[in-house]
């Protein structure tokens, strides 16, 4: 905590001396969210002069038209804004972020998905540690949440990636550890990216893997938890589920790619084992899996009783709520000087929830197993991104205009999983 108080307490250059930053905003399919990030964008406190933003937009659609109104609409009032829009999505999101990095100069670059809204200050309070530290590669802030408390999916989120950027982050980049870049809400310097390869289209986790690459190259890192930058959370269960496919898939095709060099490298064997353990980490819910078959056979052989199996099964389920809700806790408090946190309040209200995400977690194991199987026998798929609706903070009725990539829900409302009525009567007053 001093450590980024410290950080951040560094001084800018007067104005006229400030480097010249560029802001990418990839987006694919979501052009009804574009002029809210510009609108974002605009109000920064920055030099006018010397501040450019990118819209990468893959959109395939009517979106495409969107976008190009914002960026049309926001030029013409000022704003220093290109617009790329490329005839195929070769490479995907890392592809365009690529793309973007080819045809600009500035030696700084802000990544915010289309979703995220960063505050006025966010360059002014993000920029010093890097201006002050020629070996930071990047600088990452806290991702937050605007529809948090939509439904109980969203809340299930909070409570799970609250851990991630409250804990875990703040955790490696205070001990120095390996720090993974979140892909939206930091700023890169670009003489890092270029020295560690540049973005690479081989992983459905290019965030993940360049800044593995780059830390592994030997710059460092630097996580701003105090500085946060709020987004859209998926609200259905089922996207959900497509978006932790994609993000368990693309660690182990990161491990994939990047263990075998890691264990090459000379390196103290602990950041060997980090390493290992941190990229290696979703591939374990292939061996969780694969515990079912081997209790089933056990029982059926006779070598193992239900009387054996039950508490064995008990005890670790009440390990799992007991660790996740510690940590919940945890981050709730680590949080609350920051934010007035009106989700997921109160005891019973924080345990339902947390035996929900074990359920969420349970739902999705099998796509899960599934993707990071795929990534180590090398079976490639495509990067499919979140839906963003965009219509609960910062947004108009022309964000129903831009129709989501992912087709609409299926006619007769969401089909309710079994799983939620088991958690119903823990999760109420988590709903409110």
């Given at each position: 905590?001093?450590?980024?108080?410290?950080?951040?307490?560094l001084?800018?250059?007067?104005?006229?001396?400030?480097?010249?930053?560029?802001?990418?905003?990839?987006?694919?399919?979501?052009?009804?969210?574009?002029?809210?990030?510009?609108?974002?964008?605009?109000?920064?406190?920055?030099?006018?002069?010397?501040?450019?933003?990118q819209?990468?937009?893959?959109?395939?659609?009517e979106?495409?038209?969107?976008?190009?109104?914002?960026?049309?609409e926001?030029?013409?009032?000022?704003?220093?804004?290109?617009?790329?829009?490329?005839?195929?999505?070769?490479?995907?999101?890392?592809?365009?972020?690529?793309?973007?990095?080819?045809?600009?100069?500035?030696?700084?670059i802000?990544?915010?998905?289309?979703?995220?809204i960063?505050?006025?200050?966010?360059?002014?309070?993000?920029?010093?540690?890097?201006?002050?530290?020629?070996?930071?590669?990047?600088?990452?802030?806290?991702?937050?949440?605007?529809?948090?408390?939509?439904?109980?999916?969203?809340?299930?989120?909070?409570?799970?990636?609250?851990?991630?950027?409250?804990?875990?982050?703040?955790?490696?980049?205070w001990a120095?550890?390996?720090?993974?870049?979140?892909?939206?809400?930091?700023?890169?310097?670009?003489?890092?990216?270029?020295?560690a390869?540049?973005?690479?289209?081989?992983?459905?986790?290019e965030?993940?893997?360049?800044?593995?690459?780059?830390?592994?190259a030997g710059?460092?890192?630097?996580?701003?938890?105090?500085?946060?930058?709020?987004?859209?959370?998926?609200?259905?269960?089922?996207?959900?589920?497509?978006?932790?496919?994609?993000?368990?898939?693309?660690?182990?095709?990161t491990?994939?790619?990047?263990?075998?060099?890691?264990?090459?490298?000379?390196?103290?064997?602990?950041r060997?084992?980090?390493?290992?353990?941190?990229?290696?980490?979703p591939?374990?819910?292939?061996?969780?899996?694969?515990?079912t078959?081997?209790?089933?056979?056990?029982?059926?052989?006779?070598?193992?009783?239900?009387?054996?199996?039950?508490?064995?099964m008990?005890?670790?389920?009440?390990?799992?709520?007991?660790?996740?809700?510690?940590?919940?806790?945890?981050?709730?408090?680590?949080?609350?000087?920051?934010?007035?946190?009106?989700?997921?309040?109160?005891?019973?209200?924080?345990l339902?929830?947390?035996?929900?995400?074990?359920?969420?977690?349970?739902?999705?194991?099998?796509?899960t197993?599934r993707g990071?199987?795929?990534a180590?026998?090398?079976?490639?798929?495509?990067?499919?991104?979140?839906?963003?609706?965009?219509?609960?903070?910062?947004?108009?009725?022309?964000?129903?205009?831009?129709?989501?990539?992912e087709?609409?829900p299926?006619?007769g409302?969401?089909?309710?999983?079994?799983?939620?009525?088991?958690?119903?009567?823990?999760?109420?007053?988590?709903?409110?």
């Amino acid at each position: 905590m001093m450590r980024e108080r410290e950080q951040l307490s560094l001084p800018l250059p007067p104005d006229a001396e400030l480097p010249a930053v560029l802001i990418q905003i990839p987006t694919f399919n979501e052009g009804a969210l574009v002029r809210r990030t510009l609108a974002a964008a605009m109000a920064l406190d920055w030099p006018r002069d010397r501040l450019q933003v990118q819209v990468l937009d893959d959109s395939t659609n009517e979106n495409a038209e969107l976008a190009r109104e914002a960026v049309a609409e926001f030029r013409s009032n000022g704003l220093d804004v290109l617009l790329l829009q490329r005839t195929n999505r070769a490479g995907f999101k890392a592809g365009a972020l690529k793309a973007g990095l080819e045809c600009s100069y500035q030696p700084y670059i802000a990544l915010f998905d289309v979703d995220y809204i960063p505050p006025a200050d966010f360059l002014r309070r993000c920029m010093p540690p890097l201006i002050g530290d020629p070996d930071l590669a990047f600088v990452q802030a806290r991702c937050d949440f605007l529809n948090a408390a939509q439904n109980r999916v969203t809340r299930a989120q909070q409570v799970m990636l609250e851990s991630h950027f409250a804990v875990e982050q703040p955790a490696r980049s205070w001990a120095g550890r390996i720090l993974p870049f979140n892909g939206t809400c930091g700023i890169w310097r670009r003489s890092a990216i270029e020295t560690a390869g540049g973005w690479q289209t081989n992983t459905l986790t290019e965030d993940l893997d360049l800044s593995y690459r780059a830390q592994l190259a030997g710059w460092r890192s630097l996580y701003l938890y105090t500085i946060g930058v709020p987004g859209e959370l998926p609200d259905t269960l089922r996207v959900w589920r497509n978006q932790q496919f994609r993000w368990n898939k693309g660690y182990a095709q990161t491990a994939r790619k990047l263990i075998p060099r890691i264990w090459r490298m000379k390196l103290p064997l602990e950041r060997k084992i980090e390493a290992f353990l941190h990229l290696g980490g979703p591939s374990f819910a292939v061996l969780k899996i694969a515990e079912t078959p081997l209790w089933a056979t056990n029982i059926g052989l006779g070598t193992c009783s239900w009387i054996i199996l039950l508490p064995i099964m008990a005890f670790g389920f009440l390990q799992g709520i007991a660790g996740s809700l510690a940590i919940a806790y945890m981050s709730k408090s680590i949080l609350r000087p920051l934010r007035d946190d009106p989700v997921n309040r109160g005891f019973w209200g924080l345990l339902g929830i947390t035996i929900f995400t074990i359920g969420m977690h349970s739902y999705a194991g099998a796509m899960t197993a599934r993707g990071v199987l795929q990534a180590l026998i090398g079976r490639d798929s495509a990067f499919v991104r979140t839906p963003k609706r965009g219509t609960l903070v910062g947004s108009d009725s022309a964000a129903s205009r831009g129709r989501p990539f992912e087709d609409r829900p299926r006619s007769g409302g969401p089909r309710r999983h079994p799983l939620s009525r088991m958690v119903r009567r823990f999760s109420k007053r988590a709903l409110g």
